[in-house]
């Protein structure tokens, strides 16, 4: 089956650093990802879209210049959490659309900031 | 309003007997209904999937949909400790990728 990996499965940074997470699709090419979060005993919270060679779409309320998605490749996209917050410690996941519509998750990158 | 319902539970059910698991929508352009089981401090893993009105069984899961009362349902037949996770109940509108969660129901199969 499809597989999505994310780079990485978890992180601790200070309070004001910046920090990138990967998502790739290892065997399917996806235009579209996604970027989901979630907060302990919640429901994923979708991001924002994210679509190869295009600027990312992002949902009521998040923002786009605090969380930085590229999506540069047909394989992968990123996502930058800058100048972090101990409020932006979460669980953080990717998913990838196949060509058939089909979505498949990463297996989440856990964020915490100190 | 929520645009996916879900009763957060804790649903206890012994080993061995059948779970049901119900979620509502409120979007009536909402074309495909999905199933997820998460386990702690795990990404969402696909169970099920389902279009058109009625029952689709696939091993112990049977989901059903009611397009018309908008609601979806999961029965895990035989339950298992091993299914002891949240389970998430997911919508997505017409071909649009987009999905869209519940806030999932805790499910506990007791010995």
């Known amino acids: 089956g499809a597989v999505v990996s994310q780079h990485p499965s978890w992180v601790i940074c200070k309070s004001g650093t910046s920090v990138k997470i990967e998502c790739r699709s290892l065997d399917f090419q996806a235009t579209t990802m996604f970027w989901y979060r979630q907060f302990p005993k919640q429901s994923l919270m979708l991001m924002a879209t994210s679509n190869e060679g295009s600027k990312a779409t992002y949902e009521q309320g998040v923002e786009k210049d605090k969380f930085l998605i590229n999506h540069a490749s047909l394989t992968l996209s990123t996502l930058t959490v800058t100048s972090a917050h101990p409020e932006d410690s979460s669980f953080y996941i990717c998913?990838?659309?196949?060509?058939?519509?089909?979505?498949?998750f990463g297996p989440g990158t856990r964020l915490t900031v100190t | 309003q929520k645009e996916v319902e879900q009763n957060s539970g804790p649903l206890s059910v012994p080993e061995g007997a059948i779970a049901s698991l119900n979620c509502t929508y409120s979007?009536?352009?909402?074309?495909?209904f999905f199933w997820y089981r998460q386990y702690s401090g795990k990404s969402p893993e696909l169970i099920m999937f389902?279009?058109?009105?009625g029952d689709k069984e696939d091993g112990r899961f049977t989901a059903q949909l009611n397009k018309a009362s908008q609601y979806v349902s999961l029965l895990i037949r035989d339950s298992q400790p091993s299914d002891s996770a949240t389970y998430l109940c997911?919508?997505?509108?017409?071909?649009?990728?987009?999905?869209?969660f519940g806030t999932g129901t805790r499910l506990q199969v007791t010995l």
């Open positions: 997911a919508v997505k509108a017409g071909t649009a990728s987009k999905l869209t």
């Open positions: 998913s990838a659309v196949d060509r058939v519509g089909e979505q498949y």
């Open positions: 389902i279009y058109s009105n």
């Open positions: 979007d009536r352009g909402s074309q495909s």
